[in-house]
């Protein structure tokens, strides 16, 4: 694959690369990597406060239930 950065950040890799003694390459990958990583971590912190949502959406469904019972 390849990817076409913007200038800017283009400049800010070489730098980075130049610095640290990788590869452009290898910062960007590693940049990707990262990021992917952390999406990976918020899509389960999404996931879990769907899961309470939907519990306390059906909590209140049957406390609301058993007041009507009286």
Request: a negative charge; aromatic letters at 12%.
């Amino acid at each position: 694959m390849n990817l076409r950065l913007a200038p800017t950040l283009e400049k800010q890799v070489e730098k980075v690369a130049f610095l640290y003694g990788f590869a452009k390459e290898e910062i960007v990958e590693r940049a990707v990597y990262f990021y992917l990583d952390s999406m990976k971590d918020n899509i389960a912190l999404r996931n879990e406060f769907q899961a309470w949502d939907n519990l306390s959406d059906e909590s209140l469904t049957n406390f609301e239930a058993r007041l009507e019972q009286g």
